[in-house]
């Protein structure tokens, strides 16, 4: 809030600004509550976003979004930004488990759409499967409704997890899922995304969002949240994933991008 303020009142220092897009931060624009106080902030944004001399997104996307939402001009820098975005090489250990285990969603935020979802797993809750819903952080009240929800649709099949995992804990954890299921209405859960894809593990998202255009124009398998089935990946596009987010989301890549934020 103090920056957009600084920046609105000092609009020449925006000439050497660089935004990097993370996601609510864009889409306040159609979250944010509809009211004179939240109107004359995202007056002020816009009127700074619009000046704003470098935008740093690892997709396209989000950039055209930020020039139709808010008539933004400056460069787009493409770089995904963080080290928690890379590939990871993972050995993946045989199967412990004979279910198919689930991941619904990244955190306790309602924009998981988690009882949404939910429901359309219900048609499969005598099918021999396990639902992890990671809800160690976020909004704590509505972990407890979706907990409730969780059980009285799937009984013991649904696994909530309610603690902070170390790393290494939760790239095993997600090793051992089959399917992931994020139903985000923008772009969010790119670090899960990237890791599961990684992984060779079949992932859903919302088609209407940036990074399933994203994933799609770079030929990874990903799939329509609205149109869910538990047929799990097959080894030649498991491969295929793996390879092209090893390429996407190399180290060098990510090397490359910083350079351009720093060098340009």
């Known amino acids: 809030l103090r920056y957009v ?27 944010r509550p509809i009211n004179l106080r939240h109107d004359l902030y995202e007056f002020m944004r816009k ?4 000046k704003i ?10 950039y055209k979004l930020a020039q139709k939402w808010y008539g933004a001009t400056g460069k ?3 770089c995904f930004n963080y080290p928690s975005n890379l590939y990871k090489e993972y050995e993946i250990k045989p199967k412990k488990h004979n279910t198919i285990n689930i991941q619904l969603g990244n955190s306790a935020d309602p924009s998981n759409n988690h009882i949404d979802v939910l429901k359309n797993l219900e ?11 990671p809800l160690s952080y976020g909004d704590q009240e ?12 799937f009984g013991d099949k649904f696994i909530p997890l309610t603690e ?13 899922i089959d399917i992931a299921i994020f139903a985000h209405k923008r772009q969010q859960a790119m670090g899960n995304t990237i890791t599961l894809l990684g992984l060779g593990k079949k992932v859903y998202i919302d088609s209407g969002t940036v990074q399933f255009d994203f994933f799609k124009k770079n030929n990874v398998e990903v799939f329509d ?28 890549v990510l090397l490359d991008g910083l350079q351009r934020i720093f060098n340009d």
């Open 76 to 78: 787009h820098i493409k």
């Open 164 to 176: 902070f995992m170390p790393f290494e804990k939760y790239l095993d954890f997600l090793s051992e």
């Open 225 to 252: 949240v609205n149109s869910i089935n538990l047929q799990t990946l097959n080894q030649t596009t498991v491969k295929t994933n793996k390879e092209k987010i090893k390429n996407l989301f190399s180290k060098k």
């Open 47 to 50: 009127s700074v976003i619009s």
């Open 142 to 153: 509505y972990a407890k409704e979706i907990i409730l929800k969780g059980k009285e649709l």
């Open 53 to 62: 001399a470098y935008l740093i997104t690892g997709t396209t996307g989000d």
């Open 5 to 31: 303020y600084l920046y609105f009142f000092n609009p020449w220092f925006l000439k050497k600004c660089y935004w990097i897009i993370v996601g609510g931060d864009l889409y306040y624009y159609k979250t």
């Open 123 to 133: 048609q499969y809750k005598d099918e021999d499967i396990q639902i992890f819903v």
